[in-house]
Each structure stands twice: as structure tokens, then as C-alpha cells.
């Protein structure tokens, strides 16, 4: 407040020790390339300095930060993983989770420990580490399945609602090319986790699902050193396994991976569909695309994020979240929202 004195003090100086203080208490939170003349401090705008602190904490915690948190902390800061926070809680649109689910995500987000140590899964006999990311790339158990599921089906009811005619795994859509091939392999494959019959330019596309973790080793060094790394090279692996997008592309249709990663943060390619999907339904309800992606990236975060938090919660410590009655009372919860 005491930069913005000025605009309220025709009177004020800026040759004053509060002045001079206040400027060199604010510089000392910024490196020193950053840090502001009195003139310049003066005429910024209070959001401005608040975004200038905000962003050199926020380099200063990524430089002490492991691979992993470095990872994650990256991850955090993209606009689909910041959407959840700003949610308010509501049954009825799939913005809520349940107080120990919530506050499993509470806890990644601020890299917390969840246990003192490391110890094993009970489901894969891997190691799960003392922040628990192991339960949100653990293949055992089925719940990545789940929370593929979960989060395939929320992107559904909303192309469903935006006009979009939408079909969930749709077969057949691969079939053979040439004399020799394998027919009913060919046939069994879905490359369509969600079929829209009408896309950009007219041609159908194929929507292909998945969230990966930021802090997964294959990726770990490009997603600690820039975000969406992770999202973005399971989308390309998608595109070119067994050939899936030429394969596509030959039959008339747009093959397009939908990737986001378990903070709820979407590859570019991802988004911009998201945001085609926000735009076909403020053409029909004639509500701010702005509004309704924001919405979609809400609800999204929240199918994401409270299947990696019942994963983590099926894998508890009884010493974990408080203690043996905490870690039951939270699986009991979870078995009775699963049923």
C-alpha cells in the first residue's frame, strides 16, 4: 500500500525512510536483475509487484526443489491443475470430493509427506514412496483404470451436452487396409475412447484418453525442467503406437490423444479440444466459452484427482492421514461412494 500512497497523497515523498524501507524489504524478495527503482516500484500496479514476489518464491522453491517436486511444482501451475482450487464444491455438477480425499490432493499439491518412510504397496509389491506419488502410476489394483474411466466419461456427458453427438468406444473403426492383414485383431481395436462423428473441417476424430504422472521416470528430467513434459510424450507415444494416427488418418479420421497429467494439467493438443467443446456449447446455450471451459477443466480436475486420493487411500499405513481410525474411516467413505 505504502507504493500506491502516492495516487491517494498529492503531498506524499518518496525521499522518506518508510519509503525506503518498505522498497528495500520488497527488493529483497526478488533477485537482483528484478529489483525496482523507487520510480518504477512507484508506478507499478499493486497486482504487478504481487505477481513479481509470487514469481521469485516461486523460482526460489523450484532451484531447492528434488527432480520430482520440480516435476510436480510445474505440473501444479498449469491452468487445468489450478482449476480444481478454484471450484466450488457442488454435488450435482461432480465438483466435490469427500474431506479425506481432498486432503490427500491438498497434500501432493504441497509435496507433503504422507508417511515417515518408504514402504511397499500392498498391491504391486513396488515401493511407495514417503509422498505417495507411487499410488498415481501404480497399474495394480485397477485404479488407473477407474480414473480413465472417470474422467473419459465426465469429457462424454459434455460433448453429449455441447451437440456433439458422441459415441463411447466405437468399434470397427480400424479396418483392414490390404489382402492378409488381421481382420479381427484389426477389428478389436478402439482407438475412440470417445468417437465424434463431426470435428474440425467436417471429419470424425477419435479421442484417446489417458493421464500420466509428471513425476514418471521415462520423463522425469524434461517434466522438471518444463511443464506439460510428461502429457506431451505419452501423447506423441499414443499417436505412434502400432501406427494408431496413420491408421486413422487412412480410413477419413482425426486421431487426437487426450492426455492430461494426475495434477489435472492437459496437453496443448488436449485443451484446444477442450476449448472447441466449451466453444460448441456457448454456441447452443449462449453462455461465455470462457465460463464453460473453466467449468470443464473443474470437473475434470475433480474425476482426476479424486481417483488418484481413493488410490492412495486404498494403499494407506494405518499410522498415515492421523492414525489406524483416520485411514479406516476414509476407506469406508470410499467403499460406500464406490457402491
Not at 481395436?189 to 465424434?196: E, I, K
Not at 477442450?274 to 449462449?286: E, K
Amino acid at each position: 500500500m505504502l507504493f500506491r500512497s502516492r495516487a491517494l497523497n498529492v503531498h506524499f515523498s518518496t525521499d522518506t525512510a518508510h519509503v525506503a524501507q518498505a522498497l528495500a524489504t520488497f527488493n529483497g524478495l526478488l533477485p537482483e536483475p528484478q529489483q525496482l527503482s523507487p520510480e518504477a516500484a512507484l508506478t507499478a500496479k499493486q497486482r504487478d509487484l504481487s505477481a513479481a514476489v509470487d514469481q521469485a518464491g516461486h523460482q526460489e522453491r523450484l532451484a531447492a526443489a528434488c527432480m520430482e517436486d520440480q516435476a510436480t511444482l510445474r505440473s501444479e501451475c498449469e491452468p487445468g491443475a489450478r482449476a480444481l482450487w478454484e471450484a466450488v464444491p457442488n454435488r450435482a455438477l461432480g465438483l466435490a470430493m469427500e474431506p479425506a480425499e481432498f486432503v490427500c490432493e491438498i497434500r501432493q499439491r504441497l509435496r507433503m509427506q504422507e508417511s515417515a518412510d518408504d514402504r511397499w504397496c500392498p498391491l504391486c509389491d513396488a515401493v511407495v514412496d514417503r509422498k505417495a506419488r507411487h499410488p498415481r502410476m501404480c497399474a495394480a489394483g485397477g485404479d488407473r483404470t477407474l480414473r480413465h474411466h472417470s474422467v473419459r466419461n465426465f469429457i462424454y456427458r459434455r460433448a453429449l451436452a455441447a451437440g456433439l453427438h458422441p459415441e463411447l468406444e466405437k468399434p470397427g473403426l480400424l479396418i483392414p487396409l490390404a489382402p492378409g492383414e488381421n481382420s479381427r485383431a484389426q477389428r478389436l481395436r478402439r482407438p475412440a475412447d470417445l468417437f465424434l462423428p463431426a470435428w474440425v473441417g467436417g471429419s470424425p476424430a477419435a479421442l484417446d484418453f489417458a493421464v500420466t504422472a509428471p513425476q514418471r521416470q521415462g520423463t522425469l528430467a524434461q517434466a522438471a525442467g518444463k511443464a506439460l513434459a510428461a502429457a506431451t510424450d505419452y501423447s506423441d507415444q499414443k499417436r505412434e503406437h502400432q501406427g494408431t494416427a496413420d491408421l486413422c488418418r487412412a480410413v477419413g479420421v482425426t486421431f487426437v490423444p487426450m492426455v492430461a497429467e494426475t495434477t489435472g494439467a492437459w496437453a496443448p493438443e488436449a485443451m484446444a479440444v477442450l476449448r472447441q467443446i466449451a466453444a460448441a456449447t456457448s454456441t447452443t446455450t449462449g453462455r461465455d466459452a470462457r465460463d464453460i471451459l473453466q467449468e470443464i477443466l473443474q470437473g475434470a480436475a475433480v474425476c482426476i484427482r479424486r481417483a488418484n486420493a481413493r488410490a492412495e487411500l486404498r494403499r494407506a499405513r494405518d499410522d498415515a492421514m492421523g492414525g489406524p481410525s483416520a485411514v479406516h474411516a476414509a476407506r469406508a467413505v470410499i467403499a460406500a461412494a464406490d457402491t
